[in-house]
C-alpha cells in the first residue's frame, strides 16, 4: 500500500456504470503513469488500463470501449469511468503507479459488485 487513497465503487445492477476516483501526494501523482487493475476471486491483479504523464489512456482489449480513464493533473487525480457493467466485472479494483510492483505506489482497493 502507498499514499494513493481511493473513492467510488459500490453495487450496480448489470448494465450500471460506476466511476472510480484516485488521489495521489500533492505534486506527485502527475510525474506518474497511473493505471488500474482488478482482482478477482484469485489473488492475481488484472492490468485494466493506464494513462501516461502525457494523457495518452491504453487499454485491455477486455475493456475497451466499456472503460475510461483519465487524469486531472492540476488536482492530482486520476479516473476510471466504468459503462455497462457486467456480473463478471466484480472484484476489488486498485489504482496504482507504473510499473505496478512491491515499490509502487498503491491505493487500498475498492469493491466492485455488479449483481441483479
Known amino acids: 500500500q502507498g499514499p494513493l487513497v481511493q473513492s467510488g465503487g459500490g453495487e450496480v445492477q448489470p448494465g450500471g456504470s460506476l466511476t472510480l476516483s484516485c488521489a495521489g501526494p500533492?505534486?506527485?501523482?502527475?510525474?506518474?503513469?497511473v493505471g488500474w487493475h482488478r482482482q478477482g476471486q484469485g489473488n492475481q491483479r488484472q492490468w485494466i488500463a493506464h494513462?501516461?504523464?502525457?494523457?495518452?489512456?491504453s487499454y485491455a482489449e477486455a475493456w475497451r470501449g466499456r472503460f475510461t480513464v483519465w487524469r486531472d493533473n492540476a488536482n492530482e487525480m486520476v479516473f476510471l469511468r466504468m459503462n455497462n457493467l457486467q456480473p463478471s466485472d466484480t472484484g476489488l479494483y486498485y489504482c496504482?503507479?507504473?510499473?505496478?510492483?512491491?515499490?509502487?505506489?498503491w491505493g487500498q482497493g475498492t469493491q466492485v459488485t455488479v449483481s441483479s
Open positions: 496504482g503507479t507504473a510499473p505496478y510492483g512491491l515499490t509502487s505506489w
Open positions: 500533492e505534486n506527485t501523482l502527475k510525474f506518474y503513469t
Open positions: 494513462v501516461g504523464v502525457d494523457g495518452t489512456p
